[in-house]
């Protein structure tokens, strides 16, 4: 079975440009978690998604946004990109029931903004 | 807001030693669950260990074990005959039935053989 998968695995852009990250979940999850981890910091929640529906959104500005798939694969985007977005960037797939902690992770996008 | 605390930023243990990691959080639930992930330099975030609140045996997973001391707010890891593949960010986190995973900042782990 596949894990998480996430495309690219890196990525350098120019700060104004648009990004968009990729994740496909393990077969049988429904729910997609986005984190951003900086160098030297733990992941900070992003997104959740469930059947599609958008579950929470953490503390980031309307720059990010993403979507999920009826197939629950994934993507993030992010406009305008800051020399502050430089970061690791974390899928996580879960099976999405309430109070399911099974949190599976892929190996991340490194994306740098130049 | 939920806070998890690593106060260790790094620590070092000998081949086949013990070592213990700790991790305080702040919360008001009393329904939640907490969580140890080590990420190696291949970046993924791999689970270790975890404990649900509401249970008071501590959690065990072969060679790793936590202390929970719940009116405490304390988590922390034990790393025993700690091998060199052990070498890696250790990160303690905390979720409630609802929301999403909070993560400390993160222990660097060196293991010296």
């Known amino acids: 079975d596949a894990g998480v998968t996430q495309s690219p695995t890196h990525l350098i852009k120019t700060r104004g440009q648009h990004v968009t990250l990729r994740c496909s979940p393990i077969?049988?999850?429904?729910?997609v978690s986005w984190y951003q981890q900086v160098l030297g910091q733990g992941p900070q929640f992003i997104f959740q998604?469930?059947?599609?529906?958008?579950?929470g959104r953490g503390n980031f500005p309307d720059r990010f946004s993403a979507r999920q798939f009826p197939n629950y694969s994934s993507e993030l985007n992010v406009n305008a990109l800051l020399l502050g977005d430089s970061a690791l960037y974390l899928c996580?797939?879960?099976?999405?029931?309430?109070?399911?902690?099974?949190?599976?992770f892929g190996s991340g996008t490194r994306l740098t903004v130049v | 807001a939920q806070t998890v605390t690593q106060s260790q930023p790094e620590m070092s243990v000998q081949e086949a030693e013990t070592v213990t990691l700790s991790c305080t959080y702040d919360?008001?639930?009393?329904?939640?669950?907490l969580f140890w992930y080590k990420q190696p330099p291949s970046r993924q975030m791999i689970l270790v260990i975890r404990?649900?609140?509401?249970?008071?045996q501590n959690a065990t997973e072969n060679r790793f074990s936590v202390n929970f001391q719940k009116a405490a707010k304390s988590f922390s890891l034990k790393i025993s005959d700690s091998q060199l593949g052990d070498a890696a960010m250790y990160f303690c986190?905390?979720?409630?039935?609802?929301?999403?995973?909070?993560f400390g900042k993160g222990t660097r782990l060196s293991v010296i053989a």
């Open positions: 986190a905390y979720r409630t039935r609802n929301t999403p995973l909070v």
């Open positions: 996580a797939s879960s099976l999405g029931h309430p109070g399911d902690y099974g949190y599976t």
């Open positions: 404990q649900e609140a509401y249970k008071q």
């Open positions: 998604y469930y059947e599609k529906e958008e579950r």
């Open positions: 077969s049988g999850h429904k729910s």
């Open positions: 919360t008001s639930e009393s329904d939640y669950y």
